[in-house]
């Protein structure tokens, strides 16, 4: 019995993403259990494994498989985006030579360790040596692929994460959503200056106690503990594969609203993961449909859902017995305000969803032009502050505090940051599709039954792995392709009007 | 600037060491971390990677490079022995091809978690099937690599574990070994009941509390948390890699102290590990001696050093604080009487030095059985049994407590057992060859200090990888090759005598 050239491409993808598996536990490990010292050989493992999977796929008989089960008539759809997949991936990868691949490689897991001591000490010099190696490789890494794609070298980069996204579209958007922000930014604040003042939740409030809330939280959404763990890191992430997804977070003894919400947020990933088709599990069709997406669902969790008026109604008084926790401060009124608080603020991170958008324009502008060339990474620091003071107004007093503050560029993903505010604007879209498709899920959520939204979330997204293209899952899901009106909408009705 | 055929092995091998490393993390985290629902993936991941390396260590340029390197004159002895390394892994593994070396990883994934349930359900026959398939694909690579290294299939599946190890001359010192023992365990068994009884440690003991003096206790062993971890699993291991060793441990709040002997076992295995060749890392002849001696170094620490009344002198005060103990059950004749108790019993890693070899060599005595073929799999649990009434007069009530209890041959590690007892012999010809050349190593034990004794066994044994054969490096430690006299000397000394 020979194979097919498609069950033949089956076999191989299905290779590839058990080597993509095992770098995910790897990466995941070196984040939550690794001991300082293990880092050399770890290093060496994962270039190891990234240049294997590149060979795998840069193998010189996919070309004609590939053509070959393109054309074959005999495919059902779901084979046929399976196919169109391995195509993309193909092209990806195979546009650079494994000299690139394992030299970025080693560039990023250096330059990253160097970025943890140089944004300790707040020293970017410290770094940049390391950060123009990795920029000078990625941006040879994005003129290839742009060759290979006929894009432009950021759009090359761009659709690695976005697949179809393009820096012109999001440029509209982003321009809408920018024109938007800065007058309402300034009513929001006038708004919450005019009411009551937040009152402090006081703790300390334990970590395991912490640790406990989290995963009923968890448990609530609807993770599979069987599926997955709940862990500590430095930065909280969410990793593993689809059977086994490891998310993270870190606890702050002085505050745990921060660790929940995070929780909450890794939670929304993790869900997709789990969701995702199980009849195509390690099929590129049988992946998540791209980062925007991704982060659609864990802003979805996290800002649509956890920080609603409903949820608070429901997690208040497990909030209040976990921590033994009284009086006003712990009311849903106070807690809705402390979850919903608005302020100018120098770190992405710690961004409310008002402001959030203008940290990540500022990465967007900044990256692209460093991608073609027009920014030197000497200017990095003073264009990270100009930009700070012309989108938010205010200047981050250190680099630590300005443009050492993500891991991002230091670890080799140029071309990402963009996907954070196109997965807030979809998650809200989505949010309100699905509230219009089931009008029980706000209600629901104020009980602590995630069941509806969940319903709606795996049928309309996860269940269709990338089966389809962004816009295409976005709009069969909605109604609508992207845009900002929901995002702005649910803004007025949260900050303004709520 | 081209590479010898001796650098173009060096870059090949150190590639193929990255992924042994990676695998060993991936089989760590299963043991620790992994949730239940993660099994299928994780096989996936382990498989292909099996398979990757395989497929490096065939690759057709490997015998030329070889041949190659072996006629190069300009090599020094570390390198030359580096060699030898590298054609004993390319025979052995070049001897397999690719198929079986998948079919046996996903045999032995599925037979493993079979026989986890068969094993809590005490029901061999659940658990036949699967282990038949695991049997059978073992004979297979048996025969293969008996071909390529002109030896029985059972010593070719030994050599794999303990280069250089042949069961004829095992059964040579395990039958002088089985000459002694009967008549001493009576001995001993005798004396033990003259003696005062052990009075029991009243617990229960916390977990965390557990876990610190563990922690306490490998540092003053010598082990370097910067490049490794400590944590639970089911199964007791130490994996990960040279740079970053995992050890795991299982507690029982009703007694600490065979998780915390279970520790410094470890523990014994981790600094072996730690203490390899600095400048060999990621190279064939960096890696430790095999099996019987990464055992020596765990018993010499578990059973010579930690069991000794020196190491109970320093232990003792340090338990009491950490428990609240106090009174005679805590006072350093009891805990001596404690962990020196021998008694016929029916689970091999439960079981006492002087019992220990039974366990063993019924074992031993099974698998050439199996391997051979004149044991039957149906025939297995009353061959156990059998086995156990001769050489240690008791018989197991049910299978789990019989052939049901080790995960060995259920993980397809056949041709292992042997090297835990001459692990325990050759600990003992090294204790008292390190007390001969440092006499100074007891009374620091005494008070804490292991560095002398960690100084000897870093000079001796770790800082020569596997630059020697297992006869070589004994000789040059302890001045003669394995033989049981010291063992035999230690038990007398410890249980007739002390």
Redesign the interface.
Known sequence: MTKTPYQDLEDRF??M???S??LN??HW?MAA??????V???T??L???K??RHAMITDAALPDLLDAAEADAHLTPWQRANVAEMRRHWIHDAAIDADLVDALSRACAACETIWRKARADSDFPAVRGALQDVLTLTRRVGEAKAEALGLSPYDALLDQYEPGGRAADIQTVFDDLGAFLPDFLDDVLARQAAAPAVLPLDGPFAVDKQKALGRRMMETLGF??????LDESLHPCCG?????VRITTRYDEADFTSALMGVLHETGHALYDQGLPKDW??QPVGADRGMSIHESQSLLMEMQACRSREFLEFAAPVMRRTFGGSGPAWEVGNLARLYTRVERGFIRVDADEVTYPAHVILRFRLEQAAIAGDLKLTDLPGAWNDGMRELLGVVPPTDREGCLQDIHWFDGAWGYFPTYTLGAMTAAQMFSAAKRADPVIPDAIAKGDFTPLLAWLRASVHAKGCSLGVTDLLTEATGEPLNAAHFKAHLKRRYLDG
């Open positions: 299905r290779r993403d058990a080597l598996g095992a536990v790897l490990d259990m690794m001991p300082p010292g293990g050399a050989a770890r060496e493992q270039a190891t494994l240049t294997l599979d503990f069987d599926h997955g763990r593993g594969v689809y059977d086994d599990r390690g």
